[in-house]
């Protein structure tokens, strides 16, 4: 079989799409002009940012347009929302935040910082499924609960969280909720004012969009204070001069992705279980998350008795890009804390492979990248003196060796 390219990897970032790249090119080499100038080519700068704003509070069921303020991405969109809310509670003798333990590193960073200026963070246990309930955080408020934030869709197992129901329990506490939907936009049909959500986090890139751009939906009523002090932009609270190509590129792209949502997923979901369904026939290995309340093109499956780079190069070498739950890429031995919370071992955890796929898949990719998995992981099997002490230890008959 000749050797195909399969992009894999749609949860770390997305290809631009043609339309969204399209709309942002003008405002390169045309429409260049600064949306804060009063001249022509300046104010239709300004309206396209404004065009922009409006199709991302139309795909988020935002109330107002001023409501989106436009950022360089999800992890920015993240702290300010988080440190924001952390300032106001403070005023009012509120300093304690509730969390997950396995949120994006973009909160859990934040509230480790946090915590360094005195505040005191309640950081919830997932189950084996990586879900929590809203029972969970109505137990964990308190009467100086300033923040409660969790993550719409988990980044490494797909989990989606109970976000409505958790946004109702905020409400009735009257503490501000906070959800990193960086995963979850275009994927999941989202209404902030329906599921009582406060502020929102999303990233471009994970749409369709460019890197380096990104929102944060903030109700109205909520003063955040200010982000980068030195011009008016973003209604005074995020300097700089605007990024229009990408912020144009973002609208387009927000609009398409959440256009037919259930009928994109359908498609989805069928290649991904598919998937799960092809990678579970080899020995030893297991689905990490919900079945079900995972999102639509998240598979990740845990190979015992392999590493996790390993298995990626050797998928890169037959033209697979995908990631693994071990965090060795960027530098670090540790397995994934996602995979550790859900209670999985060090050695499990360090075998573990994310599959994202997106509409721009197609059954062809699936049947190609099952026909590579399972010969990989015996050949590294073969090789792994880890594989050999578990069969070992658990008498489990060696596969390898036929």
Known sequence: MNKRFVYADNSATTRVSDKALAAALP?????????????????DAAKAV????????????AQRVNEIYFTSGGSEADNWAIRGAAALGAKKGKKHIITTVFEHHAVLHTCDYLEKLGYEVTYLPVDENGLITAQQVEDAIRE????????FANNEIGTIMPIAEIGAICKKHGVLFHTDAVQAVGHIDINVKEMNIDMLSLSGHKIHAPKGVGALYCRTGINLPNLIYGGAQERNKRAGTENVPSIVALGVAITDATTGIEEKNKKIKAMREKLIDGILKVPQTRLNGDRDQRLAGNVNISFRGIEGESLLLTLDINGIAASSGSA??????DPSHVLLAIGLPHEIAHGSLRLSISEENTDEDVDYILSVIPGIVKKLRKMSPLWERICRTENIEDYTLE
């Open 328 to 333: 060795c890429t960027s530098g670090s031995l």
């Open 27 to 43: 405002y390169f080499t045309e429409q260049y002009g600064n949306p804060s100038s009063i001249y022509t080519l300046g104010m």
């Open 144 to 151: 100086d609960t300033c923040l409660v934030t969790i993550m």
């Open 50 to 61: 404004l065009a922009a704003r409006q199709q991302v509070a139309d795909a988020l069921g």
